[in-house]
């Protein structure tokens, strides 16, 4: 379970500040067992250099 409480901002060319969205609740998540990831593992292989940028 986790818990969010977020605000997604923008940061403009002049510096300011707009908030754009707003994020509040709880994620709740299950398990799964037996689930083909090929296509994932191969989408994060194929993108990694764009997520690694992101990160930044």
């Known amino acids: 379970m986790q818990e969010q409480d ?3 901002l923008a940061i403009k ?4 500040v707009q908030a754009l969205a707003r994020e509040h609740g709880i994620n709740s998540y299950t ?3 037996y689930y ?15 997520w690694e940028k992101v990160r930044i």
Do not use: L
């Open 6 to 8: 977020n605000t997604a």
């Open 13 to 16: 060319p002049d510096g300011s």
């Open 31 to 33: 398990r799964i067992a």
């Open 36 to 50: 083909n990831f090929t296509s994932g593992r191969a989408y994060w292989k194929n993108t990694q250099a764009y």
